[in-house]
């Protein structure tokens, strides 16, 4: 080798590859950090958040409902007998005190028929005796006419019939009582909506079906079942609005009446009573509506968009920003309504929240 060309190589060898070698680096790690800020600059544009503050205006929500009878009566027969007659059928519109069903017992009327005649013996006992003891008193007044003896004997005689007078009176009142449930009247206005019996049957076995149901439908009961996440709340208004399928497109209106104060533990729901005026007898009883109801959280409550709430199988949870840092935070959900959920957890007015978080963001992931 050429003295010349070996000494070109060891100044290329000393000089030129170091330098070479620390462009080349310094353009990689040039491109590497660039990449990474176009990365995090990325990220950033991608995430949206929003400001969460406690709202207290009412909600508006759905729940299905049952329309029943402000009033609802079976009639039974209280003593055995055979119908007579049914002066009623279904669809019958009946006044308080109507006759609905007689019954002849016979027995029955034989039973008070007896007792009268007890009472009517008692009184002739009584009063003879009475007239007795009047007597005696008045006579006493001559000495050595009656004797003290007569006098207390003739006493207690006329106290004695006078306490059978009043037993025998008692129990004719009792009979009376029996022969009057041979007459079956209408306990309350309203309309028969049941018909379990006809002339010639015998009643009063107890068979649990009543001969005749009737109902007051002037004013009807709509039942809600509130679930028990939203007995909290109270309703913003004292009425509320609700439709049926037998007149889609109508909205009838119902008045608060009351609430049951207590779970149901099957259901998990309260009940909560509204009263319907019918007086034009549109609506029946037993027919389901749907029950637009207004109500409020007591001080408000903290409503996110569904999107901001992270749900997995292990969890329900919001990305809360905390000093530019991703923080997850555990929540649970309560009302929804139009698009919006209600959230329970450690947030407050002024938080930052993700507004579509997703499970590849981790904890502590910075945020701006």
């Not at 462009?23 to 990449?35: G, H, R």
């Not at 106290?159 to 037993?167: E, F, G, I």
């Not at 009543?210 to 679930?227: A, D, M, S, T, Y």
């Amino acid at each position: 080798m050429k003295p010349e060309k070996a000494q070109n190589q060891n100044i290329m060898k000393k000089y030129i590859l170091p330098i070479l070698y620390m462009a080349i680096v310094s353009a990689c790690s040039n491109k590497a950090e660039k990449s990474s800020m176009e990365s995090k600059e990325g990220l950033t544009k991608k995430v949206e958040t929003i400001t969460v503050s406690y709202q207290n205006a009412p909600q508006a929500l759905t729940l299905p409902a049952e329309l029943h009878a402000f009033e609802k009566a079976g009639m039974n027969a209280r003593v055995q007998g055979y119908v007579n007659q049914v002066r009623v059928d279904i669809g019958d519109k009946v006044s308080k005190g109507a006759v609905l069903v007689k019954i002849e017992a016979p027995e029955v009327q034989a039973a008070y028929a007896e007792a009268r005649s007890e009472v009517e013996s008692a009184r002739a006992d009584y009063m003879s005796s009475k007239d007795v003891f009047e007597r005696l008193v008045k006579a006493s007044g001559k000495p050595g006419t009656v004797s003290e003896s007569d006098l207390i004997k003739a006493k207690n005689n006329a106290m004695a019939d006078s306490t059978r007078l009043v037993a025998a009176d008692y129990t004719a009142r009792a009979k009376q009582q029996l022969l009057d449930y041979l007459t079956i009247r209408a306990p309350f206005n309203g309309v028969i909506t049941q018909r379990n019996t006809d002339p010639g049957n015998l009643v009063g076995g107890n068979n649990g079906v009543p001969l005749l149901v009737i109902e007051n439908n002037q004013k009807l009961r709509l039942k809600v079942p509130v679930p028990e996440a939203l007995t909290g709340s109270s309703i913003a208004e004292d009425a509320v609005t609700f439709k049926v399928d037998p007149f889609p497109g109508t909205l009838f209106k119902a008045d608060f009446y009351r609430r049951a104060r207590s779970i149901d533990p099957e259901t998990r729901t309260e009940m909560w009573e509204f009263v319907v005026n019918n007086q034009k007898s549109e609506l029946n009883a037993g027919l389901f509506a749907e029950v637009q109801l207004n109500i409020q959280r007591t001080g408000g409550s903290i409503w996110v968009p569904h999107s901001a709430v992270l749900t997995t199988l292990r969890r329900k949870a919001v990305g809360k920003v905390v000093e530019g840092k991703l923080k997850w935070v555990k929540v649970k959900t309560g009302m929804k309504n139009q698009g919006t959920v209600e959230v329970f957890g450690a947030l407050d007015t002024g938080d930052r929240i993700l507004l579509q978080p997703n499970e590849e963001m981790t904890e502590g992931m910075p945020i701006n």
